[in-house]
């Protein structure tokens, strides 16, 4: 957006865009069903309220849900009970890496040389592309051989009995920083939505405005860490077929770790569906409690599946505003009567 679509309606009277502001809440009115505009704080730490007949919600996943618990829009889920929706559905990502460590006299990768994010990925192992039957999970995901250009840190990757330090440690990144295949998004899997990963407003802790901070509980269950396993043991026997003398496995497991990136790339907590009850948007991703109120981004997936949500997510997009400007503003309503 900010190379291609922003410059475009930068020249046009009817556009105006707001930098280094955070959007604090929806706004809504008494009844609590019609959303009248946003309130911001810029930054100068200075509050503004800006009326709007029309919302639209594209934050982050996790924003997404904030503001909408924030805003008091639908009700916040319940875990023991299993029931309403705003937080509920919410999903991760199951990703691990295999390192393959070559002889040196025979093999230059030559690993820095990349453009951005380009390679190949493996699907034998994607979705339902494989027999299930005999290995206790469900799901899948690809493998990923992509060149993002091999930073000298992140992927200073060395053999197993390498010291953590030293002139030994040094000749091993030396030694085998041009001859290691170090997968770009490696072991990249589907996580499945469970009772008990959620999201929903943390009772302790507050931002710097002095709201409740989102909370996120999760942890990996067994499916995950049984698909994982699998996953990442073949692509190991892959990359030891291409001739690696060493394969260094790093799977993931529990419990779910927050201190070690891992994915930014999340769904769920304002999912659409059919049904008010169990989804927080209809399919146009107009919000059931709210109908001036469009929510946009992967909150609105119930399911994280092996590959990132990115593209889906645009085409959702485009979807939900060929909607409002064909159906929603000729009419302005429900555009789903469930």
């Known amino acids: 957006p900010q190379t291609t679509i922003l410059p475009v309606l930068v020249r046009k009277s009817n556009f105006a865009y ?15 069903k019609r959303a009248t505009g ?22 982050y996943t996790v924003f997404n849900v904030h503001l909408l618990l924030m805003s008091g829009i639908g009700k916040p889920y319940d875990p023991t009970a299993n029931q309403v929706v705003i937080g509920r559905n919410f999903t991760h990502q199951t990703i691990s890496s295999v390192n393959g460590f070559f002889d040196k006299d025979k ?3 030559n690993p820095f040389i990349a453009s951005g994010s380009i390679g190949m990925c493996i699907d034998e192992f994607n979705g339902d592309n ?7 999970f469900v799901g899948g995901g690809y493998m990923g051989q992509v060149q993002t250009g091999a930073r000298p840190i992140q992927t200073a990757h060395v053999p197993s009995g390498t010291p953590r330090w030293g002139a030994k440690w ?10 290691t295949v170090t997968p770009g998004t490696g072991v990249h899997g589907s996580f499945y939505a469970y009772r008990d990963v959620y999201l929903d407003l943390d009772p302790l802790y507050k931002d710097r405005f002095g709201r409740p901070l989102m909370r996120m509980t999760i942890d990996f269950h067994d499916n995950e860490i049984k698909q994982n396993a699998y996953l990442t043991d073949k692509f190991a026997e892959i990359i030891k077929a291409m001739g690696a003398k060493e394969v260094a496995k790093q799977y993931r497991k529990a ?3 927050v201190t070690t990136y891992q994915t930014t790339h999340l769904c769920g907590g304002a999912t659409m569906g059919t049904d008010p009850s169990t989804s927080a948007l209809n399919r146009y991703l107009q919000s059931w409690d709210v109908p001036n109120l469009f929510v946009m981004g992967a909150s609105a997936f119930p399911q994280n599946a092996g ?16 909607a409002i400007k064909n159906q929603y503003l000729k009419n302005p309503g429900p555009l789903v009567h469930a």
């Open 18 to 32: 707001r930098a280094e502001c955070e959007v604090t809440r929806i706004n809504v009115d008494g009844s609590g």
């Open 38 to 59: 946003v309130t911001f704080v810029d930054s100068s730490g200075e509050e503004w309220e800006q009326p709007a007949d029309l919302v639209i919600l594209a934050a």
């Open 107 to 109: 093999f230059n990768f």
């Open 130 to 136: 494989f027999d299930h039957g005999p290995l206790g």
């Open 170 to 179: 040094k000749t091993a990144v030396r030694d085998n920083y041009l001859s």
């Open 255 to 257: 419990p779910y770790d």
């Open 307 to 322: 590959y990132n949500p990115t593209g889906t997510v645009a085409a959702l997009a485009y979807w939900s505003a060929e």
